[in-house]
């Protein structure tokens, strides 16, 4: 048996991650940055106002007070996006919008708030400081700066901040696209009408959502019979158009009716074994086809199917973006009962953490999903442990 690092350090060294393209800024959403990207302009790219007011030359104002306003001539106006040159002269104002260029020879923006807001001439009852209300061009970056580092997530702020740089496009490894498929005779798709014996498929929806929720372009291709033709033929279709891969069922200790460890022990490059964990024992990955796209096969029991997503498939994925981020989070939590462990195996136990306290959930079985739908976290207890006593101090994974 193989421990879970094992399984994990095997399936890291066999992925190589997805080449770098140049996307659009939404479409780079979710990707990882293959660039060091350098302001070209600063930004603010002018110096302009931060607030609606009057434009001045701060001495001007100097002697203002509510009792002994400066009253100033008003010259002109500037409002956000004229982009002509504007100068205020000694002893005079210049209106002025939020985002308006700062008119030569101001340093001073006086909010209007100020003022008596006056249009021909304004009443000026405060002070205003050289620099108040001006945001200086390249104060929040200067050109030449790096803005955002190769190995950066691009998320929501990301892109806003690539696009007030004025970049339309950027160089990211994209979001890994995934296909997911569902093994077995007995599955039958939701919202049919079930036959006994039968059960309705769930697997590859929770793996598609899992994925996307992981951050990748996942799409379900349902349901595979038990049937080496039509599974190897489903593979293929698949592999034109994913980065990865991900079956699920077929991969028990059986013999022949495991289809999936049948069909594709035979091409030599998919690894079938059994890893000392608990749910997920039967793991199989490796690569298919001409590009060599990494194909995990997952156990059918739903909530072994569900933790080795989150043990292999999570660090997969983000490997595939040349990036380690993506892993739950961990916390140290108290145990508020006991729990039992198989020797030699790493227990991933369905819990309820509640701030620092976590409680093993009854109904551990592997193909308890409605107990799996309760938990919030994955309680981890070690190879050599058998027992965990309430009190004690454990690792706990938070599920997303
Ligand atoms: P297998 O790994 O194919 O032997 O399946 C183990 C168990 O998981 C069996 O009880 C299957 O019926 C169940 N199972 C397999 N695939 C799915 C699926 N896609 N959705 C729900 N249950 C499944
Ligand atoms: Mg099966």
Not at 85 to 104: D, E, H, K, N, S
Not at 124 to 145: C, F, I, K
Not at 343 to 365: H, I, M, N
Request: with cysteine; charged share 20%; net charge negative.
């Amino acid at each position: 048996m193989k421990s879970v690092e094992e399984h994990l350090a095997s399936v890291l060294a066999a992925i190589r991650p997805i080449a770098p393209i140049e996307l659009g800024l939404l479409e780079a959403v979710g990707g990882v940055l293959a660039e060091d990207v350098i302001a070209t302009h600063p930004l603010p790219s002018f110096d302009n106002s931060a607030m609606d007011g009057y434009a001045v030359r701060s001495a001007d104002t100097s002697s203002a007070s509510a009792g002994h306003p400066v009253t100033l001539p008003i010259v002109g106006e500037v409002v956000a996006g004229d982009t002509g040159a504007y100068a205020v002269p000694a002893g005079a104002a210049v209106r002025i919008t939020t985002g308006a260029q700062l008119p030569a020879s101001a340093d001073a923006v006086v909010p209007v708030e100020w003022t008596d807001g006056g249009s021909a001439k304004v009443e000026v009852r405060q002070a205003a400081a050289p620099g108040h209300a001006v945001r200086r061009s390249g104060e929040d970056l200067r050109a030449g700066e790096q803005m955002l580092a190769a190995g950066t997530a691009i998320g929501p702020v990301q892109v806003g901040l690539l696009a007030a740089s004025g970049r339309a496009a950027v160089r990211v490894r994209p979001r890994p696209r995934v296909a997911v498929l569902s093994t077995g005779n007995e599955l039958a798709e939701p919202g049919t009408p079930l036959i006994p014996g039968r059960i309705w498929e769930s697997n590859s929806f929770m793996l598609t959502a899992a994925a996307r929720q992981a951050g990748s372009l996942a799409y379900r291709q349902g349901i595979v019979a038990d049937d080496q033709r039509e599974l190897m033929s489903a593979i293929e279709d698949q592999l034109v158009r994913a980065d990865i891969l991900i079956t699920s069922g077929g991969v028990s200790m059986g013999g022949e009716h495991d289809v999936v460890k049948a069909a594709l022990s035979r091409l030599g490059s998919v690894e079938f074994t059994k890893v000392a964990m608990q749910p997920g024992m039967p793991q199989g990955f490796g690569t298919i086809g001409h590009d060599e796209t990494p194909i995990f096969t997952l156990p059918g029991n739903p909530v072994s199917a569900y933790v080795s997503f989150q043990v292999f498939v999570r660090p997969a994925l983000a490997a595939l973006q040349g990036t380690e981020a993506k892993r739950l989070r961990a916390v140290r939590a108290v145990l508020a009962g006991p729990l039992r462990s198989p020797a030699g195996k790493r227990s991933f136990a369905r819990a309820r953490l509640e701030g620092t306290s976590v409680t093993p959930l009854a109904g551990q079985g592997s193909h308890r999903l409605a107990a799996l739908a309760a938990a919030n976290a994955l309680v981890i207890v070690p190879e050599p442990v058998t027992e965990m006593a309430e009190g004690e101090k454990a690792d706990v994974w938070c599920l997303p």
